[in-house]
């Protein structure tokens, strides 16, 4: 790992971190970029170098087997993870993922940046993350219901509306809640809101498909104003097709931006008078509805898609921000550099850290304004908290509620990103660690060492 630190303290914390876990470097690019933003506050209070270290080990890790029957009658392994990180100011509170590319580093960065996105929300959350490397595409929806109950038989185990409350996350939709939902009732015989993003015949909460996308723009927009601007008229690079994408695309366009750009894994489409609703709506259909590629959509006459391509070049065309919303580590130095040529000057992060280390430090060196994962994206995990609230006390809140307490949150999200960004001298990428981690410490403290 690359060492920039300025603190010998940290520096040397961070390579007992790396002693560790020396394999996991989705994990340890994660807690490097914590720590390297964290030293100004180290440097006021020298006292968190002791919580630090225990902040980067988790509380618990549960690994198991999750053995399943697909509809020909064979017989599948796969490994389940639930990483309960951090339970200082609440029940551990993150999503699950199901992907092939899931493993212990992946969940471990996830988790351990969900402490302080949880944090920064207001609300009373610890921070977790699990999943499994099976991958639902191609799986039939018995197979994956025949997953997601063997899944949850183990999971049951470690959960409880106030003990640890998943979510879903990266191939774990509603259709996969309710098929988690179903066997952890069933096994149980209790009807309690041990998980979110549930349908909304059975517990979910209105506006929680679109907070994550919604949120991410509610925060892009705190970051224009505080520099006497807004949306209105900015052209935007969007990465991705899925719940996160397509709903900062439909809050964007409502704010009055163009959006230029939608990407899955195998290329993007570029429409350079912007995608309109009807258009949106198709590529909804398209990707999120049959589950299909980004090559299937009917573009414009204008517009065209890229295959094998990102979209940060825009394909020699301009604009102003820039929401990646895919998936992590997908903008890399040479991503960077071409966002830049292209005209960028904000980055908001509608994934989890979908930025290098490297592309970051572009970013600050070319003076383009910065919102990190943790604080741009936690719009979801807070309608998640309001979910959680709402299960608690048996209400629903209306989406107009429901909207307004994002935008709050969103707001508040951002005001302690900035003020402890003044006060520590540093950025708001800085800022968003700082104020996070200075919530959890003090509780961290306050309880005494465990």
Same mark, same amino acid.
């Given at each position: 790992?690359?060492?920039?630190?300025?603190?010998?303290?940290?520096?040397?914390?961070f390579q007992k971190v790396v002693k560790r876990d020396p394999d996991?470097?989705?994990?340890?690019?994660?807690?490097?970029?914590?720590?390297? @933003?964290?030293?100004?506050?180290?440097?006021?209070?020298?006292? $968190?170098?002791?919580?630090?270290? %225990?902040?980067?080990?988790? /509380?618990?890790?549960?690994?198991?087997?999750?053995?399943?029957?697909?509809?020909?009658? /064979?017989?599948?392994?796969?490994?389940?993870?639930?990483?309960?990180?951090?339970?200082?100011?609440? =029940?551990?509170?993150?999503?699950?993922?199901?992907?092939?590319?899931?493993?212990?580093?992946?969940?471990?960065?996830?988790?351990?940046?969900?402490?302080?996105?949880?944090?920064?929300? @207001?609300?009373?959350?610890?921070?977790?993350?699990?999943?499994?490397?099976?991958?639902?595409?191609?799986?039939?929806?018995?197979?994956? !219901?025949?997953?997601?109950?063997?899944?949850?038989t183990e999971l049951q185990r470690h959960i409880g509306k106030d003990?640890?409350?998943?979510?879903?996350?990266?191939?774990?939709?509603?259709?996969?809640?309710?098929?988690?939902?179903?066997?952890?009732?069933?096994? %149980?015989?209790?009807?309690?809101?041990? $998980?979110?993003?549930?349908?909304?015949?059975?517990?979910?909460? $209105?506006? %929680?498909?679109?907070?994550?996308?919604? #949120?991410?723009?509610?925060?892009?927009? /705190?970051?224009?104003?505080?520099?006497?601007?807004?949306?209105?008229?900015?052209?935007?690079?969007? *990465?991705?097709?899925?719940?996160?994408?397509?709903?900062?695309?439909?809050?964007?366009?409502?704010?009055?931006?163009?959006?230029?750009?939608?990407?899955? *894994?195998?290329?993007?489409?570029? /429409?350079?008078?912007?995608?309109?609703?009807?258009?949106?709506?198709? +590529?909804?259909?398209?990707?999120?509805?049959?589950?299909?590629?980004?090559?299937?959509?009917?573009? @414009?006459?204008?517009?065209?898609?890229?295959?094998?391509?990102?979209?940060?070049?825009?394909?020699? #065309?301009?604009?102003?921000?820039?929401? =990646?919303?895919?998936?992590?580590? &997908?903008?890399?130095?040479?991503?960077?550099?071409?966002?830049?040529?292209?005209?960028?000057?904000?980055?908001?992060? #509608?994934?989890?850290?979908?930025?290098?280390?490297?592309?970051?430090?572009y970013y600050h060196q070319n003076k383009v304004e910065y919102g990190?994962?943790?604080?741009?994206?936690?719009?979801?995990?807070?309608?998640?908290?309001?979910?959680?609230?709402?299960?608690? !006390?048996?209400?629903?809140?209306?989406?107009?509620?429901?909207?307004?307490?994002?935008?709050?949150?969103?707001?508040? +999200?951002?005001?302690?990103?900035? &003020?402890?960004?003044?006060?520590?001298?540093?950025?708001?990428?800085?800022?968003?660690?700082?104020?996070?981690?200075?919530?959890?410490?003090?509780? !961290?403290?306050?309880?005494? $060492?465990?």
């Amino acid at each position: 790992m690359p060492g920039k630190f300025i603190s010998k303290e940290v520096e040397n914390l961070f390579q007992k971190v790396v002693k560790r876990d020396p394999d996991q470097k989705e994990f340890l690019q994660a807690v490097e970029e914590v720590f390297q @933003t964290l030293e100004p506050a180290v440097k006021k209070r020298p006292e $968190l170098i002791a919580v630090l270290e %225990r902040l980067a080990e988790p /509380e618990r890790v549960v690994s198991f087997r999750v053995a399943w029957q697909d509809d020909k009658g /064979e017989q599948h392994v796969n490994r389940g993870f639930r990483v309960q990180f951090s339970s200082a100011i609440g =029940p551990y509170k993150g999503g699950l993922r199901f992907h092939p590319s899931v493993n212990l580093s992946i969940i471990k960065f996830l988790g351990f940046e969900q402490i302080f996105k949880n944090a920064l929300t @207001t609300l009373p959350m610890g921070g977790g993350k699990g999943g499994s490397d099976f991958d639902p595409k191609g799986r039939s929806t018995n197979e994956i !219901m025949r997953f997601c109950q063997a899944f949850m038989t183990e999971l049951q185990r470690h959960i409880g509306k106030d003990t640890d409350v998943p979510a879903g996350d990266i191939g774990v939709s509603p259709r996969e809640v309710g098929f988690l939902f179903g066997q952890y009732k069933r096994l %149980r015989n209790e009807y309690a809101g041990i $998980l979110t993003g549930k349908g909304l015949t059975f517990g979910g909460s $209105l506006i %929680r498909p679109e907070a994550t996308g919604y #949120g991410l723009v509610y925060f892009v927009e /705190e970051m224009l104003q505080d520099k006497g601007d807004s949306l209105k008229g900015k052209k935007v690079a969007v *990465s991705g097709a899925g719940n996160v994408s397509i709903y900062a695309v439909e809050k964007c366009l409502e704010l009055g931006a163009t959006v230029l750009t939608v990407s899955d *894994s195998k290329g993007y489409i570029y /429409e350079p008078e912007g995608i309109s609703k009807e258009l949106l709506d198709h +590529i909804n259909d398209v990707k999120v509805a049959k589950r299909g590629s980004l090559s299937d959509v009917k573009t @414009t006459s204008n517009g065209k898609y890229l295959d094998g391509k990102r979209p940060w070049g825009l394909d020699g #065309g301009k604009y102003d921000i820039a929401l =990646p919303c895919a998936t992590q580590n &997908e903008i890399e130095i040479e991503d960077a550099k071409a966002l830049v040529k292209a005209g960028c000057k904000l980055v908001a992060e #509608g994934a989890n850290m979908p930025s290098t280390s490297e592309a970051i430090d572009y970013y600050h060196q070319n003076k383009v304004e910065y919102g990190p994962g943790k604080a741009a994206n936690a719009g979801g995990v807070a309608v998640s908290g309001l979910e959680m609230s709402q299960n608690s !006390m048996r209400l629903n809140w209306t989406s107009e509620e429901v909207d307004q307490k994002l935008k709050d949150i969103m707001k508040a +999200i951002f005001k302690s990103c900035k &003020e402890a960004a003044d006060e520590y001298n540093t950025n708001i990428q800085g800022g968003a660690n700082i104020a996070g981690c200075l919530k959890v410490a003090d509780a !961290m403290i306050a309880q005494g $060492l465990y």
